[in-house]
Nanobody
Framework: QVQLVESGGDLVQPGESLRLSCVVSGLPFSRYGMSWHRQAPGKEREMVATINSVTNNTWYPDSVRGRFTISRDNAKNTVYLQMNNLKPEDTAVYYC???????WGQGTQVTVSS
């Protein structure tokens, strides 16, 4: 059974940083591309970062490029999302996702507010 468990969400002030983690079990982690998505209240879920399984190439939308960094540690079956210079518009529930098998984690809340 595949499980994705996110952690690291918190309430922070604008300009601060957070690192989210997603521990994956139940599949050969190193073989799968991974992504992070977010969903704010009243808005559609959007992808904020993706990393592939072979070259570790990454991609970000303009809204977070230069502030967010996705990385993975295959030895720990974990994918990370480092978020710097957080803004109030980054407030959302953040989800870890395995695109190839369409499997989501339960989400972790990130709130950016002064």
């Amino acid at each position: 059974q595949v499980q994705l468990v996110e952690s690291g969400g918190d309430l922070v002030q604008p300009g601060e940083s957070l690192r989210l983690s997603c521990v994956v079990s139940g599949l050969p982690f190193s073989r799968y591309g991974m992504s992070w998505h977010r969903q704010a209240p009243g808005k559609e879920r959007e992808m904020v970062a993706t990393i592939n399984s072979v070259t570790n190439n990454t991609w970000y939308p303009d809204s977070v490029r230069g502030r967010f960094t996705i990385s993975r540690d295959n030895a720990k079956n974990t994918v990370y999302l480092q978020m710097n210079n957080l803004k109030p518009e980054d407030t959302a529930v953040y989800y870890c996702y395995v695109p190839y098998i369409n499997h989501w984690g339960q989400g972790t809340q990130v709130t950016v507010s002064s």
